[in-house]
Nanobody
Framework: QVQLVESGGGVVQPGGSLRLSCVASGMIFSIYTMGWYRQGPGKQRELVATIAPAGSMIYADSVKGGFTISRDNAKNTVYLHMNSLKPEDTAVYYC?????????WGQGTQVTVSS
């Protein structure tokens, strides 16, 4: 059974940084496209970034230049490095694993950007 466990969320001031981690189990991690999505208050869930098995990355326009997604296949872990955080980045951040018809979600981790 696939399990995704996120960590690293918290409260940070505007302009600050955080690193989110997502550890996967019960799957062949290296063949999955891994991604981060977020859902802000009163908003729909939206794509933040994805990273394919070969390493190609896609970013939402709103986070380009500030966020970086990376993966460590040896540790079954995907990361999201977030710099220059803004109040509008406040959201629950979800890890996603996708391969063929398999699509799995973590439980989410809260990120709050506030002074």
């Amino acid at each position: 059974q696939v399990q995704l466990v996120e960590s690293g969320g918290g409260v940070v001031q505007p302009g600050g940084s955080l690193r989110l981690s997502c550890v996967a189990s019960g799957m062949i991690f290296s063949i999955y496209t891994m991604g981060w999505y977020r859902q802000g208050p009163g908003k729909q869930r939206e794509l933040v970034a994805t990273i394919a098995p070969a390493g190609s990355m896609i970013y939402a326009d709103s986070v380009k230049g500030g966020f970086t997604i990376s993966r460590d296949n040896a540790k079954n872990t995907v990361y999201l490095h977030m710099n220059s955080l803004k109040p509008e980045d406040t959201a629950v951040y979800y890890c996603n694993a996708h391969w063929a018809r398999n699509n799995c979600w973590g439980q989410g981790t809260q990120v709050t950007v506030s002074s």
